[in-house]
């Protein structure tokens, strides 16, 4: 992916998590996320994900 792919997968996501609503967005995003993990296929490399997406947070 380069970066204008990046930028539209940003900005599709954030139109779906504003269409799940803040009732729904964690939901929305653990599904999405094991939809994607599903994907990927290889549960090592999605813990390795996981970790990287939990850094930097604050």
Same mark, same amino acid.
């Given at each position: 992916?380069?970066?204008?792919?990046?930028?539209? &997968?940003?900005?599709? !996501?954030?139109?779906?998590?504003?269409?799940? /609503?803040?009732?729904?967005?964690?939901?929305?995003?653990?599904? &999405?996320? %094991? !939809?994607? /993990?599903?994907?990927? /296929?290889?549960?090592?490399?999605?813990?390795? %994900? !996981?970790?990287?997406? &939990?850094?930097? &947070?604050?």
């Amino acid at each position: 992916m380069d970066a204008n792919d990046i930028e539209a &997968l940003w900005a599709a !996501l954030a139109e779906a998590v504003d269409q799940a /609503g803040p009732e729904r967005e964690a939901l929305f995003l653990a599904k &999405l996320a %094991l !939809l994607l /993990g599903r994907e990927v /296929g290889d549960l090592d490399r999605v813990r390795a %994900l !996981l970790a990287v997406a &939990l850094r930097d &947070l604050d």
